[in-house]
């Protein structure tokens, strides 16, 4: 009944979508849901109460876990600033644990090939620890300290990938990171330089 905001095509055909939307295909489903590969819901996939507010990205993990950021505070009535992990049901995953998470928008998030999680967006602390608007995260979800990006990027990050070396292209509309120059692209290493 809304705006579908992202998307994820899981490898058995299932589509996660996300939005605004609280109901899909006259279903209840608030913000998140799954359908099956000819459109209609896949109701394996419960999503709970949904989140308080927007998501606006997610990002699948090889195990089935579902990785999702955006604008919530909260998932199915669980405190999850700005970042949550599912599932493969659509449930909250309890053994990831971001602390207080973001105090911004995460517009993107990205698993890398060493089971961390990077994100970036609009934030400037990550768990209460200064991360200018690029963090990585451990696969439990605290704040992975070994990835320094100094002072982060000057504008919003929007887009991230990883090469095949491990370096993560970032992308948005900043134009430094770490105080140097890197007009809305910059590669980092995977100590965040």
């Known amino acids: 009944n809304s705006t579908i905001t992202c998307m994820a095509l899981q490898p058995d055909g299932r589509i996660l979508i996300a939005g605004p ?3 899909y295909d006259g279903w209840s489903k608030v913000r998140i849901a799954r359908v099956l590969a000819d459109g209609t819901v896949d109701f394996s996939f419960s999503g709970g109460t949904g989140p308080n507010v927007g998501i606006t990205t997610i990002a699948l993990q090889p195990d089935s876990k579902i990785i999702v ?26 053994g990831f644990d971001p602390g207080t998470g973001m105090n911004g928008t995460v517009n993107c998030a990205l698993r890398l090939s060493d089971g961390t999680i990077m994100v970036g967006g609009d934030f400037t602390t990550c768990n209460g620890v200064a991360r200018a608007r690029i963090a990585r995260l451990t696969a439990s979800g605290a704040l992975d300290t070994g990835f320094a990006p100094g002072t982060g ?6 887009t991230l990938i990883q090469r095949s070396d491990g370096k993560v292209f970032i992308g948005g509309s900043f134009d430094t990171y770490g ?3 890197g007009d809305h692209l910059v590669l980092v290493n995977a100590d965040g330089t």
């Open 69 to 94: 950021g955006g604008t919530f505070t909260s998932f199915s009535g669980t405190p999850r600033n700005r970042i949550a992990r599912l599932d493969a049901s659509g449930t909250i995953d309890s």
């Open 21 to 23: 939307f609280t109901t």
């Open 179 to 181: 105080g140097l120059e």
């Open 153 to 158: 990027a000057n504008g919003t990050v929007i």
